[in-house]
């Protein structure tokens, strides 16, 4: 069963634009880890942020803001003000705390950005 | 945070031949692991690398395809056997300190089987 779900599978906008990219989880462990990565046309991973289950607290760096609500299994990612340099592929990950699954990530399928000028 | 290199960056091969990926990491780490990346898809765990042991492999992956060693804690490899147009992906090497910690990935090696 598909753990973590990305539903969009690409969103368009125009530069300055917000975007909000959605992701929503499924797990039965109370301890886990959320993640989201980067992945630009050059094809590396750039890891975003990790989020422990515990922590629901909203965060914000910079143009980036993550909203994580266990209520709705929910950790969805917005850009604000976005720029050319947002465009790139963006995943998010669960990291389950079992011993069969210690350490490992699911992807999402991820959701394409393009931000053009 | 791990800095991981990873060699080669991309390579073209026959059908039939094998290639093996080396991973390196700048400090001591306790998981490494391989994922692959299929084209335009997302990323699927192919093994955790164990230290001193055998890896642990994901279903649908096995060890005579995808023989994995890691020899000490900051170098691992995967070698693609027996390779076949299918197997044209981008294989990432990852590590993290320990569960749960940030998984940080390499620049991964971009393979087209011919």
């Known amino acids: 069963a598909q753990k973590v779900t990305q539903a969009q599978t690409e969103i368009s906008v125009v530069e300055k634009e917000d975007v909000t990219l959605d992701c929503v989880y499924e797990?039965?462990?109370?301890?886990?880890?959320l993640f989201w990565y980067k992945q630009p046309p050059s094809g590396e991973l750039v890891f975003l942020i990790r989020?422990?289950?515990?922590?629901?607290q909203n965060e914000i760096s910079g143009r980036y803001s993550w909203n994580f609500q266990k209520s709705t299994s929910s950790f969805n990612f917005t850009i604000t003000a976005s720029q050319v340099v947002d465009s790139a592929v963006y995943f998010c990950?669960?990291?389950?705390?079992?011993?069969?699954?210690?350490?490992?990530?699911?992807f999402g399928a991820g959701t394409q950005v393009v931000v053009t000028p | 945070s791990a800095v991981i290199s990873q060699k080669p960056s991309r390579d073209i091969c026959q059908r039939g031949t094998s290639l093996t990926i080396q991973c390196q990491v700048d400090?001591?780490?306790?998981?490494m692991f391989w994922y692959r990346q299929q084209p335009g898809q997302s990323l699927t765990l192919i093994a955790t690398?164990?230290?001193?042991?055998?890896?642990?492999?994901e279903s649908g992956f096995v060890i005579d395809k995808f023989p994995i060693s890691r020899p000490n804690l900051t170098f691992s490899t995967l070698t693609v056997s027996n390779m076949s147009p299918e197997d044209s992906s981008i294989y990432l090497c990852?590590?993290?300190?320990?569960?749960?910690?940030?998984?940080?990935f390499g620049p991964g090696t971009r393979l087209l089987v011919l």
């Open positions: 990852s590590a993290s300190g320990q569960e749960g910690e940030t998984q940080y």
């Open positions: 797990t039965r462990d109370t301890t886990y880890y």
């Open positions: 989020r422990n289950s515990f922590d629901e």
């Open positions: 990950a669960l990291s389950e705390v079992k011993t069969d699954s210690w350490g490992k990530l699911q």
């Open positions: 400090s001591q780490v306790t998981m």
């Open positions: 690398a164990n230290q001193g042991s055998e890896a642990t492999y």
